[in-house]
Structures are given as C-alpha cells and as structure tokens.
C-alpha cells in the first residue's frame, strides 16, 4: 500500500513509527512531517490544512489511505475532500468533527442523545458569562469554545480568576476560538483517556491511557496539550470500560449517525470517573497527543489493518486489537515557557542516539538549521517514549533517555504516572 500520513507532531511521529512497521506498506509519505519522521518516510512540504494540496499530493502518490492525524485537518475538511475524490481516508468529516471543534455543540449533542456530562452554560461575551458563574460552585471550569490545542482550558479556584480567564477568551488570547466561551461544572474524580474506532457503523475499543495536563510536577501551573502519559492506567477497570463503551462511545456514534454524519476514524474520549460512573470531560476526534504515543508502544497487532478497516467500512471483520503485556510511558521535553511562550531555536544534542529497542524519542516540535543542527520548533518539542515489564521500570527507562538529551532550554515533568505509582 502508499499511504499519506498528515500531521507534523508527536503523534503523527507515533503514527508513522508503528505505519512504517507494517508489512503491508510500500510507501508511506507524511504531509509535512517532522525532521523525526524523516527516517520512516518521505516527507513532503504540504500543511496539514492546505486541503487541495493534500488531495494533488494523494493522487500523485497514488495513496491507498489517507491518514489523518490533526485535528486541524479534520475542521478544515479533508476527509470530505477525499471522499469527493474517491480516496479512502481515515478521518472523520468536518461535520462529525464538531465533537471537537466546538464544544458548545457537543454540550448540546450530549443533551440530546443522553451522555452523562457536567452541568454548562455557553456564554457569547463576557458580561453573560460573568453572570453564569453564579449558578456553579467553585473550583470553575472556563473553557474556549473552539480548538486552543489544548490549552483553552482554565480550572479557577477563585472568582476572580474565572473572571479574568473570561476577560482573557473574550480578549482574543484563543483567537477566533474564544469567541465563545463554555463554563462547565468542576467534576471530581479521575481523568482518563479512552480511543474507539468506527468505520461508520460498527466500532470497537482502541486503548486506553491517563495524561498529565498541567506544566509542573503535583498538578501545578497551566493547563497544556499534555505534558506525559503512560499506559495501561489503574483507573481503567474492566467495568469502567465497559460503561463507558455502552454510556458514552456507542451512544456518541449513534448520535453522529443519526445526524446524518456517520463517524469514520478514532474518537478519543476523556472523561471523569466519578462516584456516579464515567462522566464526558470532552471529545476529541483524533487520537490523544500524547496518549497516541504509548498506545503505538504497547500495540502488537499490525495498526495499518485497522485504519483501513475504518476507512472501507469493514471494521467489523477485525478481531481486537492485541496489545503488549507491558507498560509504556511517555515524558514530553518541552521548551521552557510553554504553554504561554516557549523559547524557540534552542539546540538539542543526543535525541537521535540509540537508545535500545524499548525506548523511542518522538519529535514534536523540531527543526534542523541549515548546518543541520536539530533545534525547538515549538512548544512540546520531543516525547520520550519507553516499555517495560512495569510502569516503575518504563518510567525510570524513561527518565534515564530523557537525562542522557542535551536540551538546555527544556523542560519535564518528573512525576509522569504519579497515581499509578
């Protein structure tokens, strides 16, 4: 098979290390891609939202799938350009990917077909949203209405900083995303991040992983796009899954469908495991970043298969999907000053040494200069990845290949799987 990856992070790096694996690929091209990437794949120099170069650069390479990893690309609506172009994409559509371009509609789309979630309010300026905060207790949850990447997010233990979080999304600091501002209910529980495929009809389970949001270690500091993961997590008990399958993925791809925007491709659901059963935090329409990561690490079946069962609507035939009896972690190296902003143009030295067959440094955010030095390109810059019999084990593999990159204008989080631990 050719195969078209797009996307130019962590996890499309994920994607293309386990793509690559695959027997079944004889071509596989990533749109733009990443300097990390380069030793998987052809790159071509096409963005992630540049749909008619996507669709030019599909028919050139003769793809037989195209792989969407950004959620930028599913908005912009590349799945619906290459369905009008008769190329099979894994990727839902730009209207099914509402679920996660605006989180007023999904609030809304909860209501109606019955997802347990928190308590909202969506406000159109700040005055109406001010007022809100009245009918909620605090710690508050003020949320950017669309894509931030993650950061649109803020958990005010005070009033006034809920207030000054909606002065911030009303003054423009998300862009046109913060036009429109959610206030949600503060759950309390454990968080979780759960993937399931559809190809349009039938669905299955994906994975399952725990992130860490905030910049520091304890829970400290901004909300980011995730700071590290590892997988499998404790809080995912058989019956945790098992309600959240029936509670929350079935009835959200039933919903979609009736809707007339039947879902092709991987929902990523986070949710809160409450005192009451799991309960929606969001829904993404691509898989986590970083939780992609360790899924990629743990997955023992032949990914490629089941991408393209999504895309041909043939999911049904696919047995599940096996995984590796071990623990994978991932450490994101980000570059200090993120989220609010990171130091670009720092050099790293040592991510591309060999580190063992267990330990994988994904690029995220990189460049290479002109004299081909490897440099910070973005906030997150690399994610160390590592498996091992035991969370403890990958951990400390971990910790030890991120001590052994030279990165003076990086950071981590130390405490990566903390509760499990």
Known sequence: MNILLVGSGGREHALAWKIAASPLVTRLVAAPGNPGMAAQCELRDVAATDVEGLVTLAREIAADLVVIGPESAVVAGLADALAAAAIPCFGPSAQAGRLESSKAFTKAFCERYGLPTSAYAVCENAPAAKAALDRFEPPYVIKADGLAAGKGVVIAAERAEAEAAIDDAFGGRFGEAGARVVIEEFLDGEIGSLFALCDGKDSMIFGWAQDHKRAFDGEQGPNTGGMGTYSPAPVFTPELVEQVRQRLVEPAFAGIAADG??????????????????????????????????????????????????????????????????????????AKGYPDAPAKGGEIRGADADFGADIVVLHAGTTRDAAGTLRAAGGRVLNVCARGPDLRTARDKAYAAVDAIDFPDGFCRRDIGWRAL
């Open 261 to 334: 925007t039947p879902y092709r491709g991987v929902l990523f659901v986070e949710l809160m495991a409450t005192r009451h059963g799991p309960k929606l935090v969001e829904f993404n329409v691509r898989f986590g970043d970083p939780e992609c990561q360790v899924l990629m690490l743990r997955l023992e079946s032949d990914l490629v298969p089941y991408l393209v069962a999504c895309a041909a609507g043939t999911l049904a035939a696919m047995p599940p999907p096996v995984w590796r009896d071990e623990s994978a972690v991932c450490v994101v190296l980000a």
